[in-house]
């Protein structure tokens, strides 16, 4: 795989008041790598991805989003990323079609270049006859796929997804992280925000973050290895007790 | 394991136990109920000072706008007599903080044309031989005519002006016996329509508001965060959870009635004319009507800003227009006084107005009271039939 | 302990709940392990007596869920899927609250969730939605617990909840066994069916299978294979064109694969795949439940 960093992030420093959100980060992502952003809730997670997305400011650190600069070009950076949260995806009450008319409208792509991206997109997911139908009547593992799909519409290079297969039954599931290796493999770069470790399991690469730092940063098999355990939750519980005894030295 | 049946057993007896001694435990549970619900609205400021800020500024908002003193207020005077007396006392009213004269009149025909034109609140009108008849008679009679289209003012000017012809009496007196005598006319608004109608039309709609609006708020909120799930689950009955919710709002409520009637009465000078208790009494009953509307409206929706949406528009924006309060009934077309009749405001208002600013008693209010108790009854069996005791 | 027979709801046009028969045994960890969607929800509401079903019938220590509501509401705790706390009260004012809604009190019942509530105990002046989700997940048990129930009802009590808290609490229900509470609990994550007794598989509102979870994975009918290579993408592509292949899914950094006759030749497929990728490694492996889950979805 060649190593280009899409995501540059060094010493990243977010404090609020006295507060320390993000503790002196540093990582890069890679072009086209699936990348595991990984910590219980409230280590930090969240304020970090929010700064990558350009929706708050860092504190301080040198920040560089496909090559922009975070503190300088946080507009620019929004037109290159792709989202896709958990709670909230595609308007409900809107059609398949104009749900991808509208996001596709709000990331600047050309009326000619929506049509014929959408006619793709519904030929690939193989939704051309639901085409007009809402997406409440649509099966929910449909409307997380095509959740995913808006998001990447306008071929962003990064792609942020949130929980993105938490409470997915196990079919669809794999269908989705299909969906994901195949945009991985076209270049796009996808940063996985999760609690769910066994999410994690699919990732290139994995960072785990406790208490506002990253304790731990590798493919998920040499975590394994590392801690001689059978899979990322249990590495997972590792990591969490040796900081708890760090704690309480 | 016999042990183990055993200590089912126990369990099985106690909850046996439990079902029977439970209208012991029903006061117990529900105090707890309202417990909560104090702790939820002492939690969070906000509630509060809807409670009890927004009351007391809404009354001094209204209540300031009237004025509460007369300063340098412009008078005219038609004096025909021209005599020393007169002259002494157009000198005394000009000299007072209170007036000023500000435009000399030479005849009675002048004093509505004045008047109408707003450049005076008050005219003194003394008579050709005023002074002639106080010095051969010992009294003698002269008009105040007085503007009173904002009535409390105009009651004021009347008042200060009598006050300052009895100081004027009584330094007169000590020379003799000597008086004179104001009559005293009203115009435009002689009935006095009070302006105190605020308190009563104030009070109808805080009622309202507080009560239907926060409990519907309320009960929604627990539907939408999920904990109406556990409610409904545990033993207590729909109306443990009705009354538990609406409690506190009850002793809310009523203690704004107190702090609007002390507000009144202390900042205003606006006693309650009549029974206090019977007020109280009626306001109670205007509570429950109200508390009830809160309950019917949140078991129609779903969430808190269905609920919030029913009660402001479907709710109070009816009352504040259809309820006398600040339009007057009379003059709405037939359509709307009949609309006006179901809701419950327009009948609380008249009992209120009556029972504070005239002081009648209950015989002049029943026929209203009835209204107000036949409304309560309807809403609460409504209510109490739809309200579930399972999630469909 | 549990007796679910025929259960059916429907809402409108969507089937919630189709056909759905079981039954529990006393102090038993019973686990419900299936999507969202999948029903969940609204069988625990069947069982909590929140909602009637259309037809069938279920009766938990011999009440009937719909008739007996009453009674039911007095034994069981319920923990809906949202922790329904109050946020703006404190822990303790929430312990307090729910025990006094049931007639108990926290005294008495101390014993049964001391194990549970003294983790959060320190934090008892704290107003709940000040917790971290760990926190409000044991507060909620606490709360499901203080009127001591013979039947605990757990609505995906560990969504959305970290790893470390999640294992503790796994470790809490077991701890509650032993107190011979019955436990029914549901969950959308496949690798906690491992932690019950038994598990029913919902999808779709119907059950898939139902056993212990051991059980389960020893009826899998097919050999399995993993994959792996690096990118995973063409891995998957090439692996579907292989013709003796029957299923394959993604798997972490794995493939799981099947074939048609329960047969594969190693080396001829990683020869098929090498055009394509680098390393490639196949190991014979043992199902889980989540393959099982698959298995079970695909024959339906």
Known sequence: MQQIPVI???????????????????????????????????????????ILCGLSRPTSGELRVDGLD????????????????????????????????????????SLHDLKSRIDQLLGQLDLRKQRDTLIADLPLGWQQKLAFSVAILHHPSIVFLDEPTAGVDPFTRRQFWELIYKAAYEGITVFVTTHYMDEAEYCDRVSIMSEGKIVALDKPAALKKHYGVGSMNEVFLRIARSEEEADSR | MKCFCESQ????????????????????????????????????????????????????????????????????????????ISRQLIHKFDASNYFRVSHMLNSVNEVEKILKSGSVKEVLVFESGFGTRFMREGEAMMGLIVDTSEPNT????????????????????????????????????????????????????????????????????????????????????????????????????????????????????????????????????????????????STVSKTMQQAMFISLIGLMLPSILLSGFIFP????????????????????????????????????VWKETLVLIVMTAIFISISAKKFKIRLE | ????????????????????????????????????????????????????????????????????????????????????????????????????????????????????????????????GRLSGGMKQKLALSCALIHAPTVLLLDEPTTGVDAVSRMEFWQMLKNLQSHGITILVSTPYMDEAGLCDRV???????????????????????????????????????LRSYRPIESVFAFGDSVHITTVNDELDETELVHFLTAQTEEIHITTIKPNIEDCFLRLMRKN
Not at chain 2, 338 to 364: A, C, D, E, H, Q
Not at chain 3, 38 to 67: C, E, H, I
Not at chain 3, 212 to 231: E, N
Request: some cysteine.
């Open chain 2, 154 to 297: 105009g009651r004021l000017v009347a008042s200060y002006s009598e006050a300052l012809i009895a100081d004027f009496n009584r330094e007169l007196a000590m020379a003799g016996r000597l008086k004179i005598v104001p009559a005293v006319r009203m115009l435009y608004n002689p009935a006095l329509q009070n302006e105190y109608m605020f308190v009563p039309g104030l009070m109808t709609l805080i009622l309202m508001l507080i009560c239907a609006l926060m409990t519907s708020i309320t009960i929604t909120r627990e539907k939408e965060f999920g904990s109406m799930e556990v409610l409904l689950v545990s033993p207590l009955r729909p109306m443990q959870i009705i009354l538990g919710k609406v409690a506190p709002y009850l002793l809310l409520a009523f203690g704004d009635v107190l702090l609007i009637l002390a507000m009144a009465n202390f900042v205003f000078g606006l006693p309650v004319k009549g029974s206090l208790m019977l007020l109280l009494l009626e306001s109670v009953l205007y509570i429950g009507l109200a508390l009830s509307l809160g309950i019917l409206i």
């Open chain 2, 329 to 364: 009934l009379e003059n709405m077309p037939l359509f709307y006084q009949i609309i006006s009749l179901i809701l419950p405001p327009r009948w609380f208002i008249i009992i209120v107005k009556n029972i504070m600013l005239k002081g009648t008693g209950f015989r002049f």
């Open chain 2, 9 to 84: 057993g126990v369990r099985k007896k106690q909850i046996v136990d439990s079902i029977q001694t439970f209208g012991a435990k029903t006061l117990h549970r529900l105090l707890a109920f309202i417990h909560k619900e104090f702790l939820h609205i002492i939690r969070d400021p906000r509630t509060l000072v809807i409670l009890f800020g927004i009351p007391a500024a809404q009354i001094l908002i209204f209540g300031y706008v009237i004025s509460m003193d007369i300063r340098e207020v412009q008078i005219a005077v038609v004096d025909l007599s021209r005599d020393t």
């Open chain 1, 8 to 50: 540059l992030v060094r010493h990243l420093v977010k404090k609020f008041g006295t507060f320390v959100a993000n503790d002196d980060l540093t990582f890069d992502v890679f072009k086209g790598e699936v990348f595991g952003f990984l910590g219980a809730n409230g280590a930090g997670k969240t304020t970090a991805m929010r």
């Open chain 1, 70 to 109: 975070v503190h300088k070009q946080a507009e620019a950076i929004k037109k290159r990323i792709g989202y896709m949260s958990q709670k909230f995806s595609l308007y409900k009450d809107l059609t398949v079609y104009e749900n991808m008319r509208l996001f596709g409208g709000i990331y600047g792509l």
């Open chain 3, 200 to 238: 029913a598989l919902l999808q779709d509102g119907q059950i898939l299978s139902i056993d212990s979870p051991a059980r389960i994975v020893a009826r899998f009918d097919k050999k399995l294979w993993a994959v792996q290579s690096d990118d995973k993408h063409m891995l998957i592509e090439r």
């Open chain 3, 1 to 128: 302990m549990i007796q679910a027979e025929h259960l059916c709801k429907n809402f409108a046009s969507v089937t919630a709940l189709a056909d759905i028969s079981f039954s529990v045994s006393e102090g038993e960890l019973f686990g419900f392990i299936g999507p969202d969607g999948a029903g969940k929800t609204t069988l625990f509401r069947l069982l909590a007596t929140l909602m009637r079903p259309d037809s069938g019938a279920a009766t938990l220590s011999g009440y009937d869920v719909v008739k007996d509501y009453k009674q039911l509401r007095l034994i069981t705790g319920y923990m809906p899927g949202r922790f329904s706390l109050y946020h703006d009260l404190t822990v303790e004012e929430n312990l307090r609250f729910h025990a006094a809604v049931f007639g108990a009190t926290v005294e008495e019942n101390y014993e049964l969730i001391k194990d549970i509530y003294s983790h959060i105990e320190p934090f008892k002046k704290r107003l709940a």
